[in-house]
C-alpha cells in the first residue's frame, strides 16, 4: 500500500519486464564487472609503483589512480546509460553546457585541479620531504589534486589548496643551514 492506494504488481509483469530488459541489464553488469577489473589493475600497477620507495614515484602513482578512477567512472555511466537507450550525445551536449556553467562557478576548483597537476609534474616537492608554503614550514604527508597537507614539529596539520599555494622552500633537496647561537662568558677561552 502506498498513500492509501494499493498497487499490485502480478508476477508476470515482473517476468515480462525482466524479459525486455535483459539485454540491458547484462550489458549493465558487465560494465559494471569491466569497471572493478580495471580499478583493481589500476591499483595493483600503482601498488607497484607505490613499493619502489622512491618518494616520487608514489605521488605520480597517487595522481594516476585518482585521475583515472573518476575517467572510469565517467566512461562506465555513459556506457550504461548509452546501454538503457538514453542518447548520450544529448547527454553529453548538456553536461558540456553543464560543466561550462559550473566551471564558470568553480573557477577555485579547477585553479587548484591545475595547481595540483603542475605541483606533481613540476616535482616541486613529493611526500616526506620538509618543505615551507606560504609561510608554514612542515613535512609533506599528502599531494592531492586539490590540497596539500603538511604537518609541522608541533603536531599541527594545514591543509593548503594547492591553487592558493604561492611561495615553496623545499628543505629535503639539498644542505640545510643550521645557525646555533651559543653563549659563553668572556673570561673563557674560545
Known amino acids: 500500500k502506498l498513500g492509501g492506494h494499493m498497487f499490485l504488481v502480478k508476477y508476470s509483469d515482473i517476468q515480462i519486464w525482466f524479459e525486455s530488459h535483459a539485454r540491458a541489464l547484462i550489458f549493465t553488469g558487465v560494465i ?28 605520480l602513482a597517487k595522481l594516476i589512480e585518482n585521475i583515472c578512477k573518476y575517467i572510469i567512472i565517467i566512461i562506465a555511466a555513459f556506457s550504461i546509460l548509452a546501454t ?6 544529448a ?7 553543464f560543466g561550462l556553467v559550473i566551471g564558470l562557478g568553480a573557477q577555485d576548483l579547477i585553479k587548484d585541479f591545475i595547481a595540483g597537476i603542475g605541483i ?3 616535482n616541486q616537492y613529493e611526500i616526506d620531504e ?13 599531494i592531492g589534486l586539490r590540497n596539500t597537507k603538511l604537518i609541522n614539529a608541533n603536531g599541527e596539520i ?11 622552500s623545499n628543505f629535503s633537496r639539498s644542505f ?6 651559543v653563549d659563553i662568558l668572556y673570561n673563557e677561552n674560545i
Open 32 to 59: 559494471i564487472l569491466i569497471e572493478f577489473v580495471i580499478s583493481f589493475l589500476i591499483k595493483f600497477f600503482t601498488l607497484k609503483i607505490k613499493k619502489m620507495n622512491n618518494k616520487r614515484s608514489y605521488t
Open 120 to 122: 606533481v609534474l613540476d
Open 84 to 89: 538503457w537507450g538514453v542518447n548520450v550525445t
Open 176 to 181: 640545510s643551514v643550521a645557525a646555533i647561537n
Open 130 to 142: 620538509v618543505v615551507e608554503v606560504n609561510g608554514f614550514k612542515g613535512k609533506v604527508i599528502e
Open 91 to 97: 547527454a553529453l551536449a548538456g553536461v558540456g553546457i
Open 158 to 168: 594545514r591543509i593548503i589548496r594547492n591553487g592558493m599555494i604561492s611561495q615553496v
